[in-house]
T-cell receptor, first 111, second 111 residues
Framework: KQEVTQIPAALSVPEGENLVLNCSFT??????LQWFRQDPGKGLTSLLL?????REQTSGRLNASLDKSSGRSTLYIAASQPGDSATYLC??????????FGKGTSLLVTP | SQTIHQWPATLVQPVGSPLSLECTVE??????LYWYRQAAGRGLQLLFY??????ISSEVPQNLSASRPQDRQFILSSKKLLLSDSGFYLC??????????FGPGTRLTVL
């Protein structure tokens, strides 16, 4: 079974800290990996997409890395802000059409 | 630019009643479309996907069905709702590089 696990389930940090969210997957034969942000009661916002041939992607204060051999991806958030508070979801595609989601990490950045 | 709409935003229905949720996409043609469900305490689960008009693939046997009557319209239906159908229903489309983009979602509560 192709499982995606996100650790920790919840995280609280003071404003300004750099932080890392983790995602692991059991099958390394991935097509791509996508990180999303979900605000309470809202849809998903795509943050970063990493193709299987890539090692990392960056967008502003966000950096996502991919290590297929170890079955891991990390999302690094620099200089966190209260507006970064949300649930962050990792999703792995093995086929190019369906996404397998982790249960997410709920992030709270306190002022 | 592409935009994805879902309605209604929220819905409260009694057990045994029918269901119809609608998703439309603007700004693209012949998109791959998806229905996901997010239940409390669980990750997102792919329900259906469609690669074109009248073409539906089901990922999970259940009380729900999907239809694609037009190129940019995707409908999720049920003839008789169950309590277990409660959840947050998300529609998505697949863009370039197989990146998926999600709509705002429909919160369904079955009582």
């Amino acid at each position: 079974k192709q499982e995606v696990t996100q650790i920790p389930a919840a995280l609280s940090v003071p404003e300004g800290e750099n932080l890392v969210l983790n995602c692991s997957f059991t099958d390394s034969a991935i097509y791509n990996l996508q990180w999303f942000r979900q605000d309470p009661g809202k849809g998903l916002t795509s943050l970063l997409l990493i193709q299987s041939s890539q090692r990392e992607q960056t967008s502003g204060r966000l950096n996502a890395s991919l290590d297929k051999s170890s079955g891991r991806s990390t999302l690094y958030i620099a200089a966190s802000q209260p507006g970064d508070s949300a649930t962050y979801l990792c999703a792995v595609s093995y086929s190019g059409y369906a996404l397998n989601f982790g249960k997410g990490t709920s992030l709270l950045v306190t002022p | 630019s592409q935009t994805i709409h879902q309605w209604p935003a929220t819905l409260v229905q009694p057990v045994g009643s029918p269901l119809s949720l609608e998703c439309t996409v603007e700004g693209t043609s012949n998109p791959n479309l998806y229905w996901y469900r997010q239940a409390a305490g669980r990750g997102l689960q792919l329900l259906f996907y469609s690669v074109g008009i009248g073409q539906i693939s089901s990922e999970v046997p259940q009380n729900l069905s999907a239809s694609r009557p037009q190129d940019r319209q995707f409908i999720l239906s049920s003839k008789k709702l169950l309590l277990s159908d409660s959840g947050f229903y998300l529609c998505a489309w697949k863009g370039g590089y197989n990146e998926q983009f999600f709509g705002p979602g429909t919160r369904l509560t079955v009582l």
